[in-house]
Each structure stands twice: as C-alpha cells, then as structure tokens.
C-alpha cells in the first residue's frame, strides 16, 4: 500500500478542474468614464464578457474574488451587472450564468480567496499587493493574468487563447 502523505497528498486529483477566479470591476465590467448619482462611476458590461463567462464556466470552475463579493454573497455582482446593462441582465441566459458562480469569502487580501493548494487562474485589473507578494513568494506569479478592459476594451475576446497557453506552459 501507498503512503498517501506527503507529496501525494498536496497533488490534485487527476480529475481536479482548475479554478478560474474573476474579478469584476475593470476585467467585465468597464468604466464608462461617466458618472452616476453620488459621483460613482458607470460601468458597461464589456465586449466579449458574456462569451469569456460561457467558455470559463465550460471549462472551469469559476468564482467572483471581487470587492463586490469579498462576503461570499453574489447580490452586489448581480446589481453591478443590471446596472451596467439592464436589458442583459433580464436575459434568463445571462442571469443565469452570473448567479451561477459562486463567491469565497475574503477579508483584506483577495490570496485568502484563493486555494493556491490546487491549480487556478486569477484574471484582476488590479491585483492588491498582499496577494501580489503571496503569489510571488510561492511561485506563482503566472497564475495571475492582469486584464484591464478600462485600456484594453477588446482584450477579453483575447483571453481564452492566453489562458489556453498559460496551461500549456505550467
């Protein structure tokens, strides 16, 4: 009999999908560059998102680490997409795949969200530093895919191709 401790334990079941955690504001929703009641920035849903969620819900398991859903509730996902675009959001499809996802709670850093213990992707616009230092003192910088759809608007019809080669190199 096998020792299943150790090594053995720490790796992944050969059935494991990987994680793909995803933040919301800056990576699917885009800053319109106008504001809203209270000066609060408007938002749209950017070109590809619907696209991107389809794909990574297929061939991931996807979780919000957004500072909308740091409680592990999705509610403030779901008002940030209707309010970005109200006709989407009442599409049963869409609503549907937004409420699909789940949230982990995190506190002040989004690491805590993340079990690192098996293999993720993180796409962030804007990886807080805490995390930042984790990934790094753990080798695992390329797990992190920086999307900013604020500069780059049409970066997530790109995006499936990146994660597909960071697979493949890791």
Excluded: C
């Amino acid at each position: 009999m096998s020792n299943q401790t150790g090594d053995l334990a720490a790796a992944p079941a050969p059935d494991v999908r990987i994680a793909l955690y995803l933040d919301i504001d800056g990576v699917l929703l885009r800053r319109t560059r106008q504001q809203g009641f209270g000066a609060m920035s408007l938002y749209e849903i950017a070109s590809g998102a619907t696209e991107l969620l389809e794909w990574a819900t297929a061939n991931f398991d996807v979780f919000w680490l957004s500072t909308r859903t740091s409680g592990g509730s999705i509610e403030n996902a779901e008002r940030a997409f209707r309010h970005a675009s109200p006709s989407a959001m009442r599409s049963d499809r869409f609503s549907s795949l937004i409420r699909s996802i789940p949230a982990p709670q995190w506190d002040t850093a989004k690491i805590s969200g993340i079990n690192i213990a098996n293999p993720f992707f993180w796409i962030d616009d804007d990886p807080d530093p805490i995390s930042v230092a984790h990934l790094t003192e753990n080798d695992l910088m390329h797990r992190l895919i920086k999307v900013s759809v604020d500069r780059e608007p049409d970066l997530l019809n790109l995006l499936p191709g990146i994660i597909t080669e960071r697979r493949k190199s890791h």
